[in-house]
């Protein structure tokens, strides 16, 4: 597994050293002690999500907070998608900031997103099928959830019309009146 470090402290970029030939291809999707040595995160996963949006269907920018903060090791099996963290961390130097890549099946790739980010990401081809483990339990009182189009946060989606999004999505706060990490 290759581990490349993102903009945002605590954020990686993960590639899996795949074999593959004429009768297709295997890696391992997850290895506890390669990706405590590549990241240096002892995460136990308690919970895995599989999801399947249709194409502009724009998920988050989700978090949970304490006690039931999750870390997040996020991947997609099937299309693509535009996912993006934000550092919502109140004391770190980049709170606020974002990054953002393309995840899909064609490049295997995943992102560990750590406890103190939201999270969101929208689809880019006709479906995707996105996979997630999670460090906590879904725990709806500890829920929260940023407005996507926040211009203090001014992520650039690549987006041609508007996006698809629940009613929770549509409810999002702006990240000045957000519940956040201290």
């Given at each position: ?7 945002l ?28 040595a ?24 989700h ?12 991947r ?18 980049t ?6 890549e393309?995840?899909?099946?064609e ?13 969101a990401?929208?689809t880019?081809?006709a479906?995707a099928?996105?996979?997630y483990?999670t ?9 929260r ?7 203090e946060i ?24 957000a519940?956040?990490?201290?």
């Open positions: 597994m290759k581990a490349e470090p993102l903009a402290p605590g954020l990686f970029r993960l590639t899996p050293r795949v074999f593959g030939d004429d009768r297709g291809f295997f890696f391992e999707s997850f290895n506890a002690r390669a990706f405590e590549a990241t240096g995160c002892k995460a136990t996963f308690v919970q895995d999500n599989h999801s399947r949006s249709a194409r502009g269907v724009l998920r988050g920018l978090y949970q907070l304490p006690p039931h903060a999750q870390g997040k090791l996020v997609v099996v099937q299309g693509k998608v535009f996912d993006v963290a934000v550092d919502i961390r109140r004391g770190s130097p709170f606020g900031q974002w990054a953002g393309v995840l899909s099946a490049n295997r790739q995943q992102l560990w997103i750590p406890p103190g980010f939201a999270h990401f929208v880019l081809s479906t099928e996105f996979l483990k460090t906590d339990y879904y725990a709806p009182g500890c829920e959830c940023i407005a996507w189009d926040d211009p001014g992520i650039e989606w690549p987006l041609e019309e508007p996006p698809l999004l629940s009613d929770k999505d549509r409810q999002g706060v702006p990240l000045a009146k519940e956040v990490f201290e």
